[in-house]
């Protein structure tokens, strides 16, 4: 069994729509990364958190530790948000990694 | 936000011989890095933790005779492929941690393609 499981595996949204991703873990974390991998394979970590909620731009990202879910939102979607986005958590002093949702966005 | 860069970003050798991959942190000092590898479609699996001046710690199963790895600088760490086989096709990330800091940060990733 993962540790982390990312939900749902491939997303296709229309331009303008809010998009939600969903990660759950099952082991005690330290913090918990948001990573956008380009279809180049490039890795570009969008948020770290331990704890509640922060927001960059049209993206948002939650955390509710007793639950050990969190959620990345994109509002206002558009083609250049699709990517590979993956969830990762720092456990035992190193990330473990979801397998990723890949995202369209169409026009 | 800090920056971390990898070479080559591609390279392609023959089955056999040996390629060395460098990762550098840019503006910031790293005292630890870490080695990913990741095949098409499936997430980063982590191969080893290197600390500056220290040797490295490999994960269950990567080779350490294969994947030799050095960090001998806050700023540099190499990843060499010895005797390369085109099974050792992947594509191999970088990723460098501030020191004292909790933040993670990743290269740009290299493909290596062995024929």
């Known amino acids: 069994k993962n540790e982390v499981e990312q939900s749902p595996q491939n997303l296709t949204a229309q331009e303008g729509e809010f998009i939600t991703i969903n990660c759950s873990y099952s082991?005690?974390?330290?913090?918990l990364h948001w990573l956008q991998q380009h279809p180049g394979g490039g890795i570009v970590s969008l948020f770290m958190?331990?704890?509640g909620k922060k927001k960059h731009g049209r993206l948002i990202a939650t955390i509710n530790i007793q639950e050990k879910h969190s959620s990345l939102h994109i509002t206002a979607s558009h083609p250049r948000d699709s990517a590979v986005y993956i969830c990762?958590?720092?456990?035992?002093?190193?990330?473990?990694f979801g397998t990723g949702t890949r995202l369209q966005v169409t026009l | 936000g800090a920056v971390v860069s990898q070479h080559p970003s591609r390279v392609i050798c023959k089955s056999g011989t040996s390629v060395k991959i460098e990762c550098r942190s840019l503006?910031?000092?790293?005292?630890?890095m870490f080695w990913y590898r990741q095949f098409p479609k499936q997430s980063l699996m982590l191969m080893a933790t290197?600390?500056?001046?220290?040797?490295?710690?490999?994960e269950q199963g990567v080779e350490k005779d294969k994947f030799l790895i050095n960090h001998a600088s806050l700023t540099l760490s190499t990843l060499t492929v010895t005797s390369a086989h085109p099974e050792d096709s992947s594509f191999y990330i970088c990723?460098?941690?501030?020191?004292?800091?909790?933040?993670?940060?990743f290269g740009p990733g290299t493909r290596l393609t062995v024929t």
């Open positions: 503006d910031f000092q790293a005292t630890t």
């Open positions: 990723s460098a941690r501030d020191q004292g800091a909790y933040e993670q940060y």
């Open positions: 082991v005690g974390i330290s913090a």
């Open positions: 290197s600390n500056e001046g220290s040797k490295a710690t490999y």
């Open positions: 958190l331990s704890s």
């Open positions: 990762a958590v720092r456990w035992q002093g190193k990330l473990t």
